[in-house]
């Protein structure tokens, strides 16, 4: 299940992308480009505490517009895909160590609870969705037109592969 959540979460990412880069108001809008930039580098943050690589990301501002960004968050799919192939089920029971649950520990009151491999994989397509519901208000809030990306919409379609425009696969 988790290589199919995964795969939808891709194809929402690219159907979503598309909307974003063909609303014109898009592209100056702080908030949006806020939000897009935030999904993308915890996605990336987590594939990064998986395999065992530094927290160490652009900042929003190095990315010159957002077709830059979108850029990024397409390379991430190309990775975590092969990442996602390779994990078997035991795996998915191992514990991962975040290095915010210090920070989490503050706003919870107490030390976090562990938390498996399965379950972080399931948090990021959670708070993608999260946020690409976020993005998808603020592209109706600029005029644009925001795609149905539900997973049910995406069973509907056959399961499609993400289409992610040609601009950004470059």
């Known amino acids: 299940m988790t290589n199919e959540l995964y795969k939808h979460m891709q194809w929402?990412?690219?159907?979503?992308?598309?909307?974003?880069?063909?609303?014109p108001q898009a592209e100056n809008d702080s908030r949006l480009?806020?939000?897009?930039?935030?999904i993308h580098v915890v996605q990336r943050a987590f594939l990064a505490i998986w395999t065992n690589q530094p927290l160490d990301f652009?900042?929003?501002?190095?990315?010159e517009n957002l077709t830059a960004i979108s850029r990024w968050g397409y390379e991430y799919y190309q990775n975590v895909n092969a990442y996602l192939n390779k994990i078997t089920d035991s795996a998915l029971e191992e514990i991962v160590e975040l290095p915010w649950s210090k920070r989490i520990?503050?706003?919870l009151g107490k030390t976090p609870d562990p938390t498996t491999l399965g379950e972080t994989i399931l948090q990021v397509a959670l708070h993608t969705m999260h946020?690409?519901?976020?993005?998808?208000?603020?592209?109706?809030?600029?005029?644009?037109?925001?795609?149905?990306?539900?997973?049910?919409?995406?069973?509907?379609?056959?399961?499609?592969?993400?289409?992610?425009?040609e601009s950004i696969k470059s």
């Open 58 to 63: 652009p900042e929003e501002s190095a990315f």
């Open 105 to 107: 520990m503050e706003v």
């Open 33 to 38: 480009r806020e939000l897009l930039y935030h």
């Open 131 to 165: 946020h690409r519901g976020q993005v998808t208000v603020r592209l109706r809030e600029l005029g644009g037109k925001p795609p149905l990306i539900d997973f049910i919409a995406w069973v509907w379609h056959g399961k499609p592969e993400a289409d992610w425009p």
């Open 12 to 23: 929402a990412d690219a159907t979503v992308w598309r909307s974003v880069l063909a609303t």
